[in-house]
Nanobody, 123 residues
């Protein structure tokens, strides 16, 4: 059974930093993609970043502030978030793709999801 477990969320002041982790178990995703999405209250889930076998991609609003990385030996993906802003507040979800489906900005590309971790940025 595949599981994705996120950790590292919390409450931080604007300008602060957090590091999210997502540990996968049940199968390896080293040759496919693992990404992060977020959902603010009243909003749809939106793409944040993805790590693939051909590189990393970010949504424009986090470029230069967030960094996605992976430790394939631990089957874990990280999201380092610096310079946090109140608009970064939301539930952050880890996602993994099993079959190189592509179009990783879309949630439909992913087969597995974590339970989410809350990130709150106060002004």
């Amino acid at each position: 059974q595949v599981q994705l477990v996120e950790s590292g969320g919390g409450l931080v002041q604007a300008g602060g930093s957090l590091r999210l982790s997502c540990a996968a178990s049940g199968r390896s995703f080293s040759s496919t993609a693992m990404g992060w999405f977020r959902q603010a209250p009243g909003n749809e889930r939106e793409f944040v970043a993805v790590s693939t076998w051909f590189g990393n991609t970010y949504t424009d609003s986090v470029k230069g502030r967030f960094t996605i990385s992976r430790d394939t030996t631990k089957n874990t993906v990280y999201l380092q978030m610096n310079g946090l802003k109140p608009e970064d507040t939301g539930i952050y979800y880890c996602a993994a793709d099993s079959d190189r489906s592509g179009n990783y900005r879309s949630s439909r590309a992913y087969d597995y999801w974590g339970q989410g971790t809350q990130v709150t940025v106060s002004s």
